[in-house]
């Protein structure tokens, strides 16, 4: 098992999803306004 790590970031929404099943990887949907925006994925479990 990892050990967490503590972090901090500064931004301008959040949302917090299961990832899904996605072809040999997995994915996660965002709002269709953040396309072509920089956006951070953190794994939290």
Do not use: C, D, F, T
């Not at 790590?5 to 917090?16: C, P, R, W």
């Not at 299961?18 to 920089?38: C, D, F, L, Q, T």
């Amino acid at each position: 098992m990892k050990k967490p790590i503590q972090m901090k970031m500064e931004g301008y929404e959040v949302v917090e999803k299961k990832a899904e099943r996605g072809g040999n990887s997995a994915r996660i949907y965002v709002p269709k306004h953040w396309i072509g925006k920089k956006v951070r994925v953190v794994l939290i479990e």
